[in-house]
């Protein structure tokens, strides 16, 4: 089945940094999803994008099927985005990424 | 718009012990839903999903069964607990169409501790 490998790992930054977050996946996918896990656990919705550059606000996500990766990027971090950012790929099944925790310091 | 709801929020119970955790969807029809476990902090992993009331796919052999009796109502459920049974249980829902794994949007989850 599809591998999906988030990086980094871990990531601290100090507030009002920029931050790109990645998304590998090993086959071509159907749909590809981030995802922001709040410290209370909650999974917020943040992109739905299989293809091409989305963006709301001071995130914008953009996906490179052919080339198997999708980027998530963060301009001017606040506190409050720090938590888990998690992708999901999807083939006949969906797969997500062990996750990138962020912290933002203020 | 639509909500999705879980309960109880946090659940202690001891091993050997029978599990019921219950997800509820509010402002759709005939949705696609999920429950997925989440262990250490990291990773989702699906356990399972339905298409429609009464259909049941499961992901990964286990210790636990789901069972959508309503339309908009999805339950989990384990007769004997095991202590690797521990996690954070999230249920997701999706709109219908043929694919089952459209864009997925998540309920607020159950932290579910076994002693």
């Known amino acids: 089945g599809i591998q999906v490998e988030q990086s980094p790992p871990d990531l601290i930054l100090q507030e009002g940094a920029n931050s790109t977050l990645r998304c590998n996946f090993s086959?071509?996918?159907?749909?590809l999803q981030w995802f922001h896990q709040n410290p209370w656990g909650q999974l917020i919705n943040l992109f739905y994008?299989?293809?091409g550059t989305k963006q709301n606000g001071r995130l914008s996500a953009t996906t490179v099927a052919t080339e198997r990766y999708s980027l998530l990027y963060i301009s001017s971090s606040q506190t409050t985005d720090s938590g888990v950012y998690f992708c999901?790929?999807?083939?006949?099944?969906?797969?997500f990424g062990k996750g990138t925790r962020l912290h933002i310091l203020p | 718009s639509q909500t999705i709801h879980q309960w109880p929020a946090t659940l202690v119970q001891p091993v050997g012990s029978p599990l019921s955790l219950e997800c509820t969807v509010e402002g759709t029809s005939n949705p696609n839903l999920y429950w997925y476990r989440q262990a250490a902090g990291r990773g989702l992993q699906l356990l399972f999903y339905s298409v429609g009331i009464g259909q049941i796919s499961s992901e990964v052999p286990q210790n636990l069964s789901a069972s959508r009796p309503q339309d908009r109502q999805f339950i989990l459920s384990s007769k004997k607990l095991l202590l690797s049974d521990s996690g954070f249980y999230l249920c997701a829902w999706s709109r219908h169409t043929g694919n089952p794994y459209n864009e997925q949007f998540f309920g607020p989850g159950t932290r579910l501790t076994v002693l």
């Open positions: 994008i299989p293809s």
């Open positions: 086959d071509s996918v159907n749909n």
């Open positions: 999901a790929a999807q083939d006949d099944k969906i797969i």
